[in-house]
């Protein structure tokens, strides 16, 4: 098959954390590495210096804001069509394909239907991802309805849309059946998740060495639900008092967990670690005795795939709205959502089995391998080539 001109179009900010935006430069650099040619339209942050490359990928920012109540966490860049017209014809782009609902990617359409590019569309937004930054006064029923509709109606129109979990595609099908979804995961990348070692990690941000550590990385938003794992411990605690937990992400609710753990009494058994290099992320999985995700709100969930990459028994919301709960198959256990007392409960029961959990990583070493990054491209590939 001969190399490809690829333009993804995703607004990226350097140096951001979230899923969705790992999972473009991951496929960008992977894609890349077998020989395409592939760009990146992104957004740019006025706080920081502007790029035009990443590991050799072009990248095209333009000037942006951060959405409303996302607290800096999510950005809108604004290109005009007439640059994006002229992009794609510079650059030769055979394909475009768009990563959100967002105005850059309404742009991207249009310039492609006007250059006559066949389209690709991803899907790594729910309703809920937009749901929980409004006032309280919209959240109804109906707004989230006016949400959905939105949503299906953004990627109507592409050739090929892809979704990383049968969650996803249901979610948008459910409201058009006639949409071209295909399930591909958005992977890791296996050889990158090994065992390592953990002790400068350790002494790098002063973790007790001896303890148990529960670890949870993510956003601190309203839909991870970070509170529950929180109210959690002190019961944990009470009941085994060598357990530690370690957060790792950023987010408009950092602050206020932070004071929630004073308040608790658990702040001394609880480390905040902020956003950390790819490196402290690999420790911290192998540090950790059991990794946590009280999620309510999840297409995937890469970070739970990283874990058990690691070997690492999970423990996961068993929320309508969340597809990581289909990871758990023996390699851990489901907890009610937003229940803090079955959390601690299930997490006891892990933590206090050591048989249990060296089955639970056999079995999670085992799944894993079907979520390779390296079968999530060849898949994209084949995607890109029937949409030409």
Known sequence: MRPLRIAMVCDIVPGQAGGSYISTIRFATLLRQKGHHVIIIAAKDSKQKAVTSYKDIPIYQYFSLPTPGS??????????????????????????????????????????????????????????????????????????????????????????????????????????????????SNGINLLEFHQTDIRPFIKKYNLPESQKHIL????????????????????????????????????????????????????????????????????????????????????????????????????????????SKYFVHNNGLLFEPGNHHDLAIKALKILGDNRLRIEMEKEGLLNVQNYDIHKSIGKLEEIYYSVL
């Open 71 to 184: 607290h800096r966490y999510y950005f809108q860049s604004f290109p005009r069509k007439h640059d994006l017209c002229k992009i794609f014809k510079d650059e030769e782009i055979e394909i475009v394909h768009i990563m959100f609902p967002s105005y850059s990617c309404f742009v991207a359409k249009q310039a492609a239907k006007e250059l006559e590019l066949p389209l690709v569309a991803h899907i790594h937004t729910q309703p809920e991802n937009i749901f929980i930054f409004l006032p309280f006064f919209l959240k109804t029923k109906i707004v989230y309805t006016l949400i959905l509709r939105y949503l299906v109606w953004f990627v109507r129109g592409a050739r090929q849309i892809i979704c990383p979990s049968e969650l996803g595609k249901n979610i948008y099908q459910k409201l058009d059946p006639s949409l071209p979804i295909s399930v591909i």
């Open 216 to 323: 949870f990385v993510g956003r601190f938003t309203e839909e991870k639900d970070t509170e529950t794992l929180l109210r959690a411990m002190p019961e944990i605690l009470r009941n085994d008092f060598s357990v530690h937990l370690d957060l790792i992400g950023t987010g408009p609710l950092e602050e206020k967990l932070k004071t929630l753990s004073q308040t608790l009494g658990i702040r001394d058994a609880v480390s905040f670690l902020g956003k950390v290099s790819d490196e402290d992320l690999l420790a911290a999985y192998n540090l950790c005795t059991l990794f946590v995700l009280p999620s309510k709100v999840e297409l995937e969930g890469m970070v739970v795939l990283e874990a058990m990459a690691c070997g690492k028994p999970i423990l996961i919301a068993n929320s309508e709205t969340s597809a």
